[in-house]
């Protein structure tokens, strides 16, 4: 369960103005989130170091077709494209982890190395899966300042939901040297954590 936060934010006249017609979608650990007009969403933020770094993230992902467009960023808010679609943990358990999607993953994994993120991971519930199972990003975090060589979260994620060994084996037919490499990583820290 969240727990309750008072939340402030200095807004322009503009996004003051878009705000009051926002509709409340949810709070994180981290922020609350409306929708707003136009498919857009105000996330407000409980402390400016963490605005500073998904804003900062969003600015310089903006034009990738993994991360939702960023519109304005205030020192404890950002403004973005709504991201539309399921959970990527949800929509396999529902649909299941088709080839296309590994596929998918895969090259989600390659752009944020384009992108020249020193985290080459995100959690299963900030991939996004919408329409011919397109992928989108949501809350990214510390993807400049943490450093992980493989998609640690991804993989743990997908092996609570027992869907890790078919994604290796997807991987593995795209990239056998990889999903090796992944697979030994990941199965040295699961060791680790038991």
Known sequence: MKRNFDYSA?????????????????QGNNGIVYQLPGNKVIKIFLTQKVCNDEGGILHRTNGSKYFPRLYKRGKFYVVRDMVDGERLDHYIKEHGLSKKLIKNIYKLLLEFKKLKFTK????CKDIFVSENERLMIIDPKKAYSRKVDYPRHLMKG??????????????????????KQWSTKFEKYFNNQI
Do not use: Q, V
């Open 120 to 123: 080459l991971d995100t959690r």
């Open 158 to 179: 997908l092996n609570r939901i027992g869907f890790l060994e078919e994604f290796l084996d997807g991987i593995s037919d795209i990239d056998e040297k990889k999903a």
């Open 10 to 26: 200095d807004f322009d006249e503009k996004t003051e103005k878009l705000f009051r017609e926002g509709k409340y979608l949810g």
